[in-house]
C-alpha cells in the first residue's frame, strides 16, 4: 500500500524568505508525485507533478520541487514567499499502472506567511 | 484549461433527507471520477471511484447505500447523501481524470454540506 507523510502540520515564515515543505511516501512500485495548494474553503489546484524524467519539476507560482527515489522524498521549495502563498499545502501520490488517477494524499501542511 | 464545476458549492439539508451534488467536467471527456471527503483542517479522504457506465468502486469502510454515485455520462458523475445526518456534515471534492493515465486530474471547487 502507498502512504504519504507530511512532516510538518504548520510551517510559519516571514514574507520573502525561503521555505521547504517536507513529504516522504512509501511504495513499493512506481509513482507519480503531486503538489496541490488548498486556499481557504476552495477546491485543490495543482502546483507541479513528477511523472518521469527530471527529478527537479518546477511548477506555478514560483515552487519547485525534487524527486528523491533513494530517501522516497518530494520536498516542495519556494526561494522567496509572498503573503498569497498563505494556504493548506498537500503532496499526493498515485500509482500510475494500477491506480489510474487514485490519489493519496498527506495529512497537509499549513503555510503562514507573515509581513 | 480543464475545468471541473461542483454544484452546489454549499447546501444545508436536514437531518433525515437526502441531497445530491454534481460534478461536471466542463471542457473535457471523463470516464473516472474520484469523490473526496474532507472534515476541516483534515486531509482529503478517497471514498469511491466513480466509472461512467459502471458501478463506483467504493473504499474501506464507506457506506455504498448511504452515498450513492452515478457516473451516467462522460461528463457528470453525481453524489447522492442519503437520510443524511450531522456527522456527514464535511466537504466534499470530486476529480476527474483527463485521458487514460492517471497523471491529469482536475479537482472541482469543492462543495460544503451541513445537515441540521
Known amino acids: 500500500a502507498q502512504s504519504v507523510t507530511q512532516l510538518d502540520s504548520q510551517v510559519p515564515v516571514f514574507e520573502e524568505a525561503p521555505v521547504e515543505l517536507r513529504c516522504n511516501y512509501s511504495s513499493s512500485v512506481s509513482v507519480y508525485l503531486f503538489w496541490y495548494v488548498q486556499y481557504p474553503n476552495q477546491g485543490l489546484q495543482l502546483l507541479l507533478k513528477y511523472l518521469s524524467g527530471s527529478t527537479l519539476v518546477k511548477g506555478i507560482n514560483g515552487f519547485e520541487a525534487e524527486f528523491n527515489k533513494s530517501q522516497t522524498s518530494f520536498h516542495l521549495r519556494k526561494p522567496s514567499v509572498h503573503i498569497s502563498d498563505t494556504a493548506e499545502y498537500f503532496c499526493?501520490?498515485?500509482?500510475?499502472?494500477?491506480?489510474?488517477?487514485?490519489?493519496?494524499f498527506g495529512q497537509g501542511t499549513e503555510l503562514s506567511v507573515k509581513p | 484549461g480543464a475545468v471541473v464545476s461542483q454544484h452546489p458549492s454549499r447546501v444545508i439539508c436536514k437531518s433525515g433527507t437526502s441531497v445530491k451534488i454534481e460534478c461536471r467536467s466542463l471542457d473535457f471527456q471523463a470516464t473516472t471520477m474520484f469523490w473526496y471527503r474532507q472534515f476541516p483542517k483534515q486531509s482529503l479522504m478517497l471514498m469511491a471511484t466513480?466509472?461512467?457506465?459502471?458501478?463506483?468502486?467504493?473504499e474501506q469502510g464507506v457506506e455504498k447505500d448511504k452515498f450513492l454515485i452515478n457516473h451516467a455520462s462522460l461528463t457528470l458523475s453525481t453524489l447522492t447523501v442519503t437520510s443524511a445526518h450531522p456527522e456527514d456534515s464535511s466537504f466534499y471534492i470530486c476529480?476527474?481524470?483527463?485521458?487514460?493515465?492517471?497523471?491529469?486530474?482536475?479537482f472541482g471547487e469543492g462543495s460544503w454540506l451541513t445537515v441540521v
Open positions: 466513480s466509472n461512467e457506465g459502471s458501478k463506483a468502486t467504493y
Open positions: 499526493a501520490v498515485s500509482d500510475p499502472y494500477n491506480q489510474g488517477g487514485k490519489l493519496i
Open positions: 476529480s476527474a481524470r483527463m485521458g487514460i493515465s492517471g497523471n491529469t486530474i482536475y
